[in-house]
């Protein structure tokens, strides 16, 4: 079974500020791990993933993050916020298939970003 | 990128009234499709997953027959909210995996928000 707890429900940070989005994992195989951005009454849109090779991981927007095995975290970083990055941000979690799931994601409860000027 | 494309995007109806959700993709195939339900302010919660040709496959607690799915082509999926009532209102969310592979990466729909009164 797969898990994703994402630590604080809401951020606020200023504008140009360091982002810093919490996601820790539980998975019984070695993981695939994600984040996804959604802005108001749109679908998602992935960010970054991991699946194997180097731990940090670059995505689109200036986001990145790192996979750490020894702590199951995979925190979503952003060295300075831009005021339109206030958006809804989930991590998700997949069993790559490996125990018949078909590659599911399961998703976090989200985290939602405020950027102040 | 890849396009993922769900009609409509917004829809009220009458309580006891059945609503097609439509999920297209539009410029890949796709075998397989999941259907998500998000509630105001939570996570997505996979309802079905839904693979062309066959049966889908229902996550526990989700309404087979309240919730039908149909994935007659490469590129449609329709999820059908049957005799809906004031508590099947929610944002309903597609994805669509490209390509056969298990790993293959997943493209989400605009969402579709479902309003019963």
């Known amino acids: 079974a797969q898990s994703v707890t994402q630590l604080g429900s809401h951020v606020s940070v200023s504008e140009g500020a360091l982002v810093l989005l919490r996601c820790n994992y539980s998975?019984?195989?070695?993981?695939?791990l994600f984040w996804y951005v959604q802005y108001p009454n749109q679908g998602l849109q992935l960010l970054l993933k991991y699946t194997t090779g180097a731990t940090l991981v670059k995505g689109i927007n200036g986001f990145e993050a790192e996979f750490k095995k020894s702590e199951t975290s995979f925190h979503l970083t952003k060295p300075s916020a831009h005021m339109s990055d206030a958006a809804e941000y989930f991590c998700?979690?997949?069993?790559?298939?490996?125990?018949?799931?078909?590659?599911?994601?399961?998703f976090g409860t989200g985290t939602q970003l405020k950027v102040e000027l | 990128g890849a396009v993922v494309s769900q009609h409509p995007s917004r829809v009220i109806c009458k309580s006891g009234t059945s609503v097609k959700i439509e999920c297209r993709s539009l410029?890949?195939?796709?075998?397989?499709m999941f259907w998500y339900r998000q509630f105001p302010k939570q996570s997505l919660m996979l309802m079905a997953t839904?693979?062309?040709?066959?049966?889908?496959?229902?996550e526990q607690g989700v309404e087979k027959d309240k919730f039908l799915i149909n994935h007659a082509s490469l590129t449609l999926s329709t999820l059908t909210v049957t005799s809906a009532h004031p508590e099947d209102s929610s944002f309903y969310i597609c994805?669509?995996?490209?390509?056969?592979?298990?790993?293959?990466?997943?493209?989400f729909g605009e969402g579709s928000r479902l309003t019963v009164l």
């Open positions: 839904s693979n062309e040709g066959s049966k889908a496959t229902y």
């Open positions: 998975s019984s195989v070695p993981p695939y």
């Open positions: 994805s669509a995996r490209r390509g056969v592979e298990s790993t293959g990466e997943l493209f």
């Open positions: 998700a979690v997949s069993d790559r298939g490996l125990t018949g799931g078909g590659n599911k994601l399961t």
């Open positions: 410029d890949f195939q796709a075998t397989t």
